[in-house]
């Protein structure tokens, strides 16, 4: 053993090594360097003049609501247990908890947030006639009471009101227990027993969120960064669940992975690393923090291979507790590639900043929306009065995703939409309004290896043609859809056309079918291997599917964003020729866990020497590339900060 003499003449050993967070070995155990230190020092004074940190005044506001709130949800068990029967002593212990998730609970949330709670009762308290009716209108007649809005048929059933002007998201679940314990703990599986899905989903917000914090190696760093990273995709129009992109879970579970493959980074250099990472990951690959629990209780988990409908998430991000989910299945290939587009912009602000070309604020730099565009799309939602305007409006945004999705399918993925994620109020109108708005643009590009590639080069050639090539790809009834403008999704990624970060394309994005026969011993056929290896000067990694080069900073080359191909054995006849399935078959064993045997493809033949990455047809690989995916890495066994696939083991 390694020792060292102190200055007092005794000996140390070195400390052992931190607990293993998640279930792959990080990328890099490096930590900070003075310049680190000190662009730390910078996002965190940024981070303070942007007040993103609530005032003293304000915390203590919010404990004074919730200390209301769990006195009123109290009182209201008991006069419930006292109606129906119960005995005194029955009356006397009667209780429930307020507790919450979200922001608040990962202790991230800033001035003015809502406040995420859930209300835990009795078995014989129901969702239904007691939380939506009874304490509805108990809340209805408190005078600090407003905006109440009730949405039982949500998918989380929620109570929406303000409680002394702070926003509050109310849930209820009701477990399988007479008395609620004051100290009950939430994390202890038992409080799934005998309860029903929307019951388990309201559950979940807590758990993930207590899971979340345990899962990461530095809790203040997570912090930070999170903080940092939601303000950014606010500031950059990508933070809005409802809409199709992220919500604060989301964002959440995606910066605690990056905190977990860099576990000794601090905020500056976790907030770099998460760009590099995500402009680099290939979706639909799954986002993990830890490997997926089955469970006797029999709740369905996120697995492609058992729900159908798992197979179309094209950004999976799942949830750490039991039973894990997909956080993010409101995506669609739109936002997805919005999202993207941001990434890559936010992976270049960081690579100047490392370079002292640029600053913090430049990364903060809001997203110019209704100037990115030359069409939009608006929806306007009128009513009689606020009131009917509350309740139309609540209806009309939680079906929102479906219009953009409606967008792509009936167009064929040729009309682009970007939905814009805050409402608009006309307050000049005469009655109650409020607007929601898409960009939208026309997509036409070129693929190699098909008809169309060789059109293409035709009609750069001889632009006569590109009339003909309108009337004959585009059915008759859509002749009426005007061409839009080739514009970039931002300014920003404007740059692609002088040689920046190149556009993508979303055309590889298909549904994953599961038929045909098993293929046995999944786990060998799925493992990867790690090996060193060197790149430039720096070193690498397979992550997420993709080569994550560990140098100084990243640039924008498609040689560093190429990943590594991927040869696939046909040893068991394997039908199909979209590769890319198989590789998803490899990505789910060795994730979930949850069987040893994988349905085969249909479809045509894969061969022998067919790489992973030719899954799409496209004009460069860099355009496909975050959309394709390959084999998962997340259960890379890597040996110093390098962790290269063994295509051998496939």
């Not at 949330?109 to 939506?132: K, M, N, Q, T, W």
């Not at 997340?634 to 051998?648: M, S």
């Amino acid at each position: 053993m390694v020792s060292s003499d102190s200055p007092n003449g005794g000996s140390t050993t070195p400390p052992p090594p931190p607990p293993k967070q998640g279930f792959t070995k990080p990328i890099s155990l490096a930590g900070p360097t003075d310049a680190d230190i000190q662009r730390n020092l910078e996002l965190e004074k940024f981070l303070l003049d942007s007040e993103l940190y609530e005032s003293n005044e304000e915390a203590a506001t919010r404990q004074e609501v919730l200390r209301r709130l769990d006195q009123i949800v109290k009182s209201w068990v008991k006069q419930l247990t006292r109606q129906r029967g119960y005995t005194d002593q029955m009356v006397e212990d009667a209780n429930a908890v307020i507790l919450t998730f979200g922001s608040y609970r990962l202790g991230v949330h800033g001035p003015g947030a809502d406040i995420d709670a859930l209300c835990i009762g009795p078995s014989y308290v129901h969702r239904e006639e007691d939380f939506f009716i009874i304490l509805h209108n108990i809340l209805a007649e408190m005078e600090e009471v407003t905006e109440l809005q009730p949405v039982s048929d949500a998918h989380v059933p929620v109570m929406k009101f303000k409680f002394q002007g702070i926003s509050i998201d109310l849930l209820y679940a009701s477990i399988s227990l007479l008395v609620v314990p004051e100290d009950l703990d939430i994390s202890h599986g038992s409080v799934l027993y005998d309860v029903d899905e929307p019951t388990v989903r309201s559950l979940n917000g807590c758990r993930v969120a207590d899971q979340i914090l345990k899962l990461v190696p530095n809790v203040e760093h997570f912090r930070t960064t999170l903080r940092c990273l939601k303000f950014w995709a606010k500031r950059r129009g990508v933070y809005s669940n409802v809409t199709g992109f992220l919500g604060g879970v989301n964002w959440a579970i995606l910066v605690a992975r990056v905190c977990q493959l860099y576990p000794n980074a601090i905020p500056s250099m976790l907030v770099s690393r998460f760009f590099r990472v995500y402009t680099q990951w290939r979706w639909p690959n799954p986002v993990m923090l830890c490997s997926i629990e089955e469970n006797e209780l029999g709740f369905p988990i996120w697995d492609p291979r058992r729900n159908p409908r798992d197979r179309f998430h094209i950004m999976p991000i799942i949830t750490p507790a039991y039973p894990c989910m997909n956080s993010s299945y409101n995506v669609s290939a739109s936002t997805l590639r919005v999202m993207m587009e941001q990434f890559r912009y936010g992976n270049k602000i960081c690579d100047e900043i490392e370079l002292n070309k640029a600053q913090w604020s430049a990364l903060f730099q809001p997203y110019v929306f209704f100037e990115a565009y030359k069409n939009y799309l608006q929806v306007d939602i009128i009513a009689l009065d606020a009131d009917d305007l509350l309740a139309w409006r609540g209806w009309v945004e939680s079906r929102l995703r479906q219009l953009t999705l409606k967008i792509e399918r009936d167009t064929n993925g040729m009309l682009q939409c970007h939905p814009y994620p805050h409402e608009y109020s006309d307050t000049s109108k005469p009655c109650a309004h409020s607007a929601f708005s898409w960009a939208c643009k026309e997509k036409r590009e070129c693929y190699s290896g098909s008809r169309s590639s060789e059109r293409c080069i035709k009609r750069k050639n001889n632009p006569e043609m590109v009339d003909q090539d309108v009337k004959e790809d585009k059915p008759e009834k859509r002749a009426s859809v005007s061409p839009q403008r080739l514009d970039c999704v931002s300014p920003e990624s404007c740059t692609s056309k002088l040689g920046g970060t190149p556009q993508m394309n979303i055309e590889c994005i298909e549904g994953v079918r599961l038929v045909g026969s098993t293929m046995k011993d999944a786990d060998n056929n799925c493992e990867i291997k790690s090996s060193d290896g060197l790149l430039g000067s720096g070193t690498s990694t397979e992550v997420g599917g993709v080569q994550i080069s560990e140098t100084g900073f990243v640039d924008s080359t498609n040689d560093r964003m190429k990943p590594k191909g991927l040869e696939v054995p046909n040893e068991n006849g394997v039908d199909g020729d979209k590769d890319r399935d198989l590789a998803l078959d490899c990505l789910e064993s060795a994730e979930t866990a949850s069987t040893k045997s994988l349905p085969n493809w249909k479809e045509g033949a894969v061969g022998t020497d067919q790489q992973l990455d030719k899954a799409c047809n496209f004009t460069t690989r860099t355009e496909c590339l975050d959309y394709v995916p390959s084999a998962s890495t997340h259960n890379l066994n890597c040996e110093g900060d390098v962790c290269v696939a063994d295509p051998d083991q496939f």
